[in-house]
């Protein structure tokens, strides 16, 4: 039973978005974000039980669309029991010619088994990620192959709820702010940030709608 309080006093930590306050804060700024949030309602995001399964899931997503990624991802699940993400262990000792035939890149299974390696012999240890600063959690996880500024950005926003990340290496988010903002071209990373300003502390909330506005247009 210890085992489980110390897991739950952990689980219990992670910094997450204050959901209504998000909301409120961002209808009150300039531009149609009422708008999309009555459309769109709260945004769909839940923390993360397991880091090594959504961690995991960030680097088979890099670089592809959706519907792409989506489908390697059904496929590399559908290596393991109940179509569930395996344990480190487990990958590890996947071979390579079995991930790379679920239509991974040899990159990309490289990096799976890396964060495989470093999860398992403690180099990474995802009970410390809930009293880590932004700063830390980015130094810790980039050490890890193919985990990049992207990755970490969708780990914080989408597995710890992190409130105020704004993702500027993010193409949907990017192509979001430039139809929200009526802009030319796509927008620069310091151009990001400071359209970006109105929304804090909540701009993890506002990039989930950015990514709407990709989807589905502006209201």
Request: aromatic share 8%.
């Amino acid at each position: 039973m210890a085992r489980r309080g110390a897991h739950d006093r952990w689980a219990m930590s992670l910094p997450v978005i204050d959901m209504p306050a998000a909301l409120r804060h961002l209808r009150r700024v300039e531009g149609p974000m009422r708008e999309l949030i009555a459309r769109h309602g709260a945004p769909a995001l839940s923390r993360t039980r397991n880091s090594f399964a959504s961690l995991g899931r960030a680097i088979i997503y890099q670089q592809l669309s959706g519907l792409a990624a989506g489908t390697i991802y059904g496929r590399f699940l559908a290596l393991f029991p109940q179509r569930r993400f395996p344990r480190p262990a487990r990958l590890a000792t996947t071979p390579v010619e079995v991930l790379r035939g679920a239509g991974l890149s040899r990159a990309k299974v490289a990096a799976l088994h890396d964060m495989a390696a470093r999860f398992g012999d403690g180099t990474v240890q995802p009970r410390r990620f809930g009293r880590m600063d932004e700063t830390a959690l980015r130094e810790a996880l980039t050490q890890i192959r193919g985990i990049g500024p992207w990755s970490v950005d969708m780990f914080l926003i989408s597995g710890l709820l992190r409130p105020d990340v704004l993702p500027v290496g993010d193409l949907g988010v990017r192509k979001g702010m430039q139809l929200y903002f009526g802009l030319t071209d796509l927008p620069t990373a310091s151009e990001m940030q400071t359209l970006a300003a109105p929304w804090q502390p909540y701009r993890s909330a506002a990039s989930w709608y950015m990514w709407r506005v990709v989807e589905n247009g502006l209201p």
